[in-house]
C-alpha cells in the first residue's frame, strides 16, 4: 500500500468511521422513511442543478463565438429553471425523478441483459445477466406503480444506498485503525 495512503488511513480512520456510521443511520431512516428521503431528495438535487447553473452561466461567456455562447446560456438558463422547480416543488419533482429513475433501471437492465448474453460462456456473464434482469424488473416495478411509486422509489434507494456506501467507509475505517495500531 501507497505510504501517503496508508498514513491517512491512520491519521482520518476516527473521521471515516463517524460519517460511515451516519451514513449507514441516515440510509436507514430513509427506508423508513422514503416519502420523506424522496423529497429531501429532490431538494438537494435542486439545489445542486441550481448551483451548477451558476457555473454553466460562468462558463458561458468563455465561449468565442456568440452562437456558442447563447447556446451555453440557454443549457444554463434550463438547468437553473430545472434546479429553481425541484426546489419550490419538490413534490412534483419526485414524480419526475422517479419516471427517469424507472427508465435508467430498464435501460441499464436491457443493457446489462444484452452484454451478458453478448458474453455468454465467460466468467461473471450469468451475474451481469441476473444484475440485468433486477434493473429490469426494478425499472418495471417503479413505472408500473407510478404515482404512487414517486413517494418511496427514490427514498428507499437513496437508503439502501447510504448504507452500502456506509458500509464501505467503516469497512475503510477498520483498515485505518488496524493500520494505526502496527508500526
Known sequence: MDPEVREGLRRSWKALMAVGVLAIFVGCVAILVPAVASVGTAIFIGWILLIAGAFLVAGAFTAHSIGTVLLRLLWAFLTVIVGLWLIVEPDNGTLTLTIVLGIYFLVVGAGRIAVAFAGRGRQNAGLLGLSGV???????LVLAELPSSADWAIGLL???????????????ALLGKDLSRSP
Not at 134 to 140: K, Q, S
Not at 159 to 168: N, R
Open 158 to 172: 437513496v437508503g439502501i444506498d447510504l448504507i452500502f456506501a456506509g458500509w464501505t467507509l467503516v469497512s475503510v
Open 134 to 140: 433486477a434493473g429490469l424488473l426494478i425499472g418495471i
